[in-house]
């Protein structure tokens, strides 16, 4: 094979993954021009148009689709072979790439990425600590928190590593002054702290005699941050619904009082997921066994949840 051929194999593949030249670049620490250059020499070399370019989108061709099939195959396979090599050196090396939920990661997930680390010394780790859907693929992330349903994706796996339980609280102050409410329809007489998403106020989720129900209903206080809102209900503003990774210690110490116990919904799982590969890498591996590890039988906010039931 030729010396540049390779190289020329993987700007297309990723090119094709990220949705253009510019992303492709930046993942190879390359430019623009030179993963446009790498296209065009195997169109040049098969003589045939691999890809439609525009000024925005790059798609397909039926040639393209058959070639970038078998290239990422190859590129796969490759990969594999430098798992294997490394679980032969019995240790993970490289760049972990992670990402999780803002609060939670910060909360959770950094702690134990520190232990690794420092455990792991010829590891490196970027990490994005953020609220948007990450395309793992796409964006070359080696492995994701995911909270709720699970992404239906055939080229992911996944592993459940613990659930997130939303509960319905208000600090004490409030409901002295407000009063408690009985059932999830009398929330609307109450002032709510209610989270944004795209703009729009996300409902809160309960479950009567066994059955799903929402409640819906623009907040007093809407808020795009899970840790303002925590902030907001300690300081007595109204009732918020949060997962208990955010509230158990509050809740545990008595700073907010959970209402609507009874009608709780059932709770979502938070899962690792990971691209499909028949082996893992050392780093990603590790990564999460030492993440089941740490956390045990129960993650550690589930222990301060279920010490205030």
Excluded at 33 to 46: G, N, P
Aim: proline residues 6%; hydrophobic residues 40%; aromatic residues 8%.
């Amino acid at each position: 094979m030729e010396p540049n051929r390779l190289t020329d194999i993987t700007a297309f593949v990723l090119a094709v993954r990220t949705g253009s030249f510019t992303a492709a670049a930046d993942l190879l620490g390359s430019t623009r021009s030179a993963v446009s250059k790498s296209v065009a020499r195997l169109e040049s070399r098969h003589d045939v148009r691999l890809l439609n370019r525009s000024t925005r989108t790059l798609s397909l061709t039926d040639e393209g689709s058959i070639a970038f099939e078998r290239w990422q195959q190859i590129l796969d396979d490759l990969e594999e072979v430098d798992a294997t090599m490394s679980l032969r050196r019995g240790h993970p090396t490289g760049l972990l790439k992670l990402t999780a939920p803002f609060s939670f990661g910060q909360r959770y997930i950094l702690p134990v990425l520190d232990d690794y680390l420092r455990q792991w010394p010829e590891v490196r780790a970027h990490v994005s600590f953020t609220d948007r859907f990450v395309d793992l693929i796409e964006e070359g992330f080696d492995v994701a928190v995911r909270i709720g349903e699970p992404n239906e994706n055939s080229l992911l796996m996944g592993r459940t590593i613990a659930w997130q339980q939303f509960v319905t609280c208000a600090a004490p102050a409030y409901l002295e002054r407000k009063g408690t409410p009985r059932t999830p329809h009398e929330i609307a007489a109450h002032d709510t702290i209610v989270f944004l998403s795209s703009d729009k106020p996300r409902p809160w989720d309960f479950q009567e005699a066994g059955a799903a129900m929402q409640v819906a209903h623009p907040g007093r206080l809407n808020l795009d941050s899970s840790e303002a809102m925590r902030a907001a209900a300690l300081a007595g503003f109204g009732l918020v619904n949060l997962p208990t990774y955010i509230l158990g210690e509050d809740l545990h110490q008595g700073r907010l009082v959970e209402v609507l116990q009874d009608w709780r919904p059932a709770p979502d799982a938070i899962r690792l997921v990971y691209p499909t590969r028949r082996h893992l890498s050392p780093r990603v591996r590790t990564f999460i066994d030492l993440l089941a590890e740490s956390w045990g039988k129960h993650a550690p906010w589930e222990a301060r949840a279920q010490a205030h039931i």
